[in-house]
């Protein structure tokens, strides 16, 4: 079946350093891929996506290419903030007409100290 | 903000007994999901409903039960509940059945 696996936290960075998350995934079709978000106290909100081999979701400085070759979709980011401190999560989405086979992998807590 | 929105907010209730949640997803989107987030399962996919008709179902107990309106809103059931059920429920919305957009979740609290 399919699933997500991303990379285990906490991820605790610097300000302004770079950051990547890594996340890999197994899938029988071609799925869309989502990052999502969660703050502290928050419900999760869509970060980036990309629907297609090589698309690359990109939304507040953070990146993400979709590569099928190596069946990846690593989150980056250049220079983080505190503010970027949360949980993120890679996620799969097999759609088949208007039904969706959605995956999730387990979160990763990311904390940026100033 | 995502447009979807939960009620209540937070929820404490005892073993055993029943409670109710809901959700109102955003305008136009007629796919409803519901999802479980402990800290030891991580987000658990419940349950799908698309237009009023049960879509797909994935690790829900048969103590949980889902509807959802003429109106769309959508309603979570959860019955004879105990302490494990303690959790976050968010409930999401899409209208391509690809991108989900998710509520703000309703923290339950089993004592």
């Known amino acids: 079946g399919n699933s997500v696996t991303q990379m285990e936290g906490p991820v605790t960075l610097s300000e302004e350093a770079f950051l990547t998350i890594n996340c890999t995934y197994t899938?029988?079709?071609?799925?869309?891929l989502f990052w999502y978000v969660q703050y502290p106290g928050e419900g999760l909100q869509l970060l980036l996506k990309a629907t297609k081999a090589d698309d690359k979701g990109s939304n507040k400085g953070f990146e993400a290419t979709y590569r099928k070759e190596t069946t990846s979709f690593h989150l980056e980011k250049g220079s983080v903030q505190v503010s970027d401190s949360a949980v993120y999560f890679c996620a799969l989405s097999d759609r088949w007409g208007n039904n969706n086979d959605m995956r999730f992998g387990a979160g990763t807590r990311l904390t940026v100290k100033p | 903000d995502s447009g979807v929105t939960q009620t209540p907010k937070h929820l404490i209730t005892a073993t055993g007994q029943r409670v109710t949640l809901r959700c109102s997803p955003r305008?136009?989107?007629?796919?409803v999901y519901w999802y479980q987030q402990s800290l030891d399962q991580g987000l658990q996919f419940l349950i799908q409903?698309?237009?009023?008709?049960?879509?797909a179902k994935g690790n829900i107990l048969e103590r949980f039960s889902a509807q959802q309106f003429p109106d769309l809103h959508s309603e979570l059931n959860l019955s004879s509940l105990e302490l494990g059920d303690s959790a976050l429920y968010f409930c999401?919305?899409?209208?391509?059945?690809?991108?989900?957009?998710f509520g703000p979740g309703t923290r339950l609290t089993v004592l």
């Open positions: 899938a029988t079709g071609y799925p869309s």
């Open positions: 409903y698309y237009n009023g008709e049960e879509r």
């Open positions: 999401a919305s899409s209208v391509d059945g690809d991108t989900q957009y």
């Open positions: 305008s136009g989107d007629l796919s």
